[in-house]
């Protein structure tokens, strides 16, 4: 199978959440790593950090690249990158298990290519035949 892209990168606006969930810290992480394992993304290690006097910012490294989240409770809004290299994860179903956890009654959200093949042949200054992308397991 021959790939266009080497990546996909939903950029997502969750509003309206449960604003007690987006303060807690440890829920937030577990939920994140969970939306990481529902796509079937392998995750390498996390980080999370909670701000005074709330909100939440972190991120889950996935070896096929990274899962973040900046939550503002006082506004029960959070904002997420789902960002997923190769074809074995799809980062719509974290979205989805996300959406629904933080029990969001609206989303908006775009997706984004990247890593498009035929840009990296264009702009690159070595001769590139073929570009292939295997995660490693």
Request: aromatic letters at 10%.
């Amino acid at each position: 199978m021959k790939l266009e892209q080497l990546g996909r990168h939903i950029l997502v606006e969750y509003y309206n959440c449960d604003k007690e969930i987006l303060k807690n810290h440890s829920l937030i992480e577990e939920f994140m790593c969970e939306a990481a394992r529902r796509a079937k993304a392998t995750i390498v290690t996390s980080c999370f950090h909670e701000f005074n006097p709330w909100g939440v910012s972190g991120a889950v490294i996935i070896q096929e690249s990274h899962l973040t989240i900046h939550t503002w409770p006082e506004y029960g809004y959070a904002s997420v990158d789902l960002y997923t290299c190769g074809d074995s994860v799809n980062p719509w179903v974290g979205f989805e298990y996300l959406e629904n956890v933080l029990k969001a009654e609206r989303s908006e959200s775009t997706e984004i290519a990247r890593g498009m093949i035929e840009k990296i042949r264009n702009f690159s200054s070595d001769k590139l035949d073929v570009i292939t992308h295997k995660p490693t397991a």
